[in-house]
C-alpha cells in the first residue's frame, strides 16, 4: 500500500530541499523553471524561497494591477505579485497548478511571486543559450533555448526587486 504524505509535509520537504540546494550551490548551473502563459522563467535558487500553493490574498485598493495584495504566510505578511501581469503579459488565472514562489529571505524583500506552474529545475548545461535575442526586462540577464525550441527568460530576482517599476505598487 502506498504511503500516504501530508501535502503541507511535502512543501516543507520541498522548500528544504529547494534551501539545501541554494546553500550547497554544487551545481550553480541550476535554476527554478516557472511559466505563466506562452513564456518561461528560470530563476536563481539562491534567489528563489519557498513554492507554495496561492494563499489567501487580500487585495489591496488603488494599487497597480500586478499587485496581487498581501496574504499571511505563516504569521508574516507577504506581497503577492502576479507575475505574468508585471512582466508584460496578461494576468495570471488561479488554477490548481497556480504556485506563489516566495523570495528568498537573503534578499530581505517579503514578497512572492503568482506564476502558472512551477516545471521544477533546470540544468543551463542542458539548454543552448540564445545570443542573439535581448532580455525583455532589465532584469532577465539571458535568454535560453531547450532541446523542445521553447525559450526560457533567466531573471536576477536582485536586480528587479531594485527596480522603480516594481517598487511602484500604487495605481497609474
Not at 528568498?104 to 533546470?122: D, H, I
Not at 525559450?151 to 497609474?172: G, H, K, P, T
Request: glycine residues 8%; hydrophobic residues 45%.
Amino acid at each position: 500500500m502506498a504511503r500516504r504524505v501530508k501535502l503541507t509535509d511535502f512543501q516543507r520537504a520541498l522548500s528544504a530541499r529547494l534551501a539545501e540546494a541554494a546553500s550547497r550551490q554544487v551545481t550553480p548551473s541550476n535554476r527554478l523553471g516557472v511559466a505563466t502563459g506562452q513564456r518561461r522563467w528560470l530563476l536563481r535558487l539562491d534567489q528563489a524561497g519557498e513554492v507554495l500553493f496561492p494563499p489567501e490574498i487580500y487585495e489591496i485598493p488603488h494599487t497597480a494591477g500586478w499587485f496581487r495584495g498581501v496574504a499571511n504566510v505563516r504569521g508574516h505578511l507577504v506581497s503577492v505579485v502576479d507575475w505574468s501581469e508585471f512582466s508584460g503579459g496578461t494576468p495570471a488565472a488561479l488554477s490548481y497548478r497556480s504556485r506563489v514562489v516566495l523570495l528568498s529571505e537573503r534578499m530581505n524583500v517579503p514578497a512572492g511571486l503568482l506564476v502558472g506552474t512551477v516545471s521544477g529545475l533546470r540544468n543551463l548545461d542542458a539548454l543552448e543559450r540564445v545570443s542573439d535575442q535581448a532580455g525583455t526586462a532589465r532584469w532577465t540577464v539571458a535568454m535560453w533555448r531547450d532541446a523542445d525550441g521553447r525559450i526560457w527568460e533567466e531573471v536576477d530576482l536582485a536586480q528587479m526587486v531594485e527596480d522603480a517599476s516594481f517598487l511602484r505598487v500604487e495605481a497609474a
